[in-house]
T-cell receptor, first 114, second 114 residues
Framework: KAGVTQTPRYLIKTRGQQVTLSCSPISGHRSVSWYQQTPGQGLQFLFEYFSETQRNKGNFPGRFSGRQFSNSRSEMNVSTLELGDSALYLC?????????????FGNGTRLTVT | AQSVAQPEDQVNVAEGNPLTVKCTYSVSGNPYLFWYVQYPNRGLQFLLKYITGDNLVKGSYGFEAEFNKSQTSFHLKKPSALVSDSALYFCAVRDDNQGGKLIFGQGTELSVKP
């Protein structure tokens, strides 16, 4: 099976712009989660989608949003970008998101905000 | 709330020697614990998990982890380190029955020297 695919790998944006990141989960996986990784804050949970519904949400401002499509592919959007949004954004999928199923991560999208 | 702590930012080991990467946890119910590894410019790769059962869990690439309920620890171990094991290691706990939401430790940089 192909792994989790994230596009694009790298993005450079300017403050105030918005950005959309894409994630294709492993075939058959219905849960998609998003994480932000920064040197200072480490790995922080953004949100999780399951069957097109947001199931869990982390402590991020409303500028961060996401959605999931019927084929389980997911996108996250960040509006009005700030310098502090520069980070590696990781997407992860699992079969059900249940307690026993590990997350499988993509290689991430490196976002740089200037 | 669930949490994990990795007390060492960096661990240095000589090739061929045993390695231990430490993790302690705090949970309100049954612990669902995971170890992930991250290589430069890549996403996280799943190594192993503890859900229930044997306290010694075996995982990928020769790694194993020992669950100790009395010490609330879940240390990652390998009998003989390889230079290629050099990477960033994360311990994580599933958050309060919230599916795809993992709480990560801050990470431990493992360096294995020839």
């Amino acid at each position: 099976k192909a792994g989790v695919t994230q596009t694009p790998r790298y993005l450079i944006k300017t403050r105030g712009q918005q950005v959309t990141l894409s994630c294709s989960p492993i075939s058959g996986h219905r849960s998609v989660s998003w994480y932000q990784q920064t040197p200072g804050q480490g790995l922080q949970f953004l949100f999780e989608y399951f069957s097109e519904t947001q199931r869990n949400k982390g402590n991020f401002p409303g500028r961060f949003s996401g959605r999931q499509f019927s084929n389980s592919r997911s996108e996250m959007n960040v509006s009005t970008l700030e310098l502090g949004d520069s980070a590696l954004y990781l997407c992860a999928s699992s079969s059900t998101g249940g307690d026993n199923s590990p997350l499988h991560f993509g290689n991430g999208t490196r976002l740089t905000v200037t | 709330a669930q949490s994990v702590a990795q007390p060492e930012d960096q661990v240095n080991v000589a090739e061929g020697n045993p390695l231990t990467v430490k993790c302690t946890y705090s949970v309100s119910g049954n612990p669902y614990l995971f170890w992930y590894v991250q290589y430069p410019n890549r996403g996280l790769q799943f190594l192993l998990k503890y859900i229930t059962g044997d306290n010694l869990v075996k995982g990928s690439y020769g790694f194993e982890a020992e669950f100790n309920k009395s010490q609330t620890s879940f240390h990652l171990k390998k009998p003989s380190a390889l230079v290629s094991d050099s990477a960033l290691y994360f311990c994580a706990v599933r958050d309060d029955n919230q599916g795809g939401k993992l709480i990560f430790g801050q990470g431990t940089e493992l360096s294995v020297k020839p």
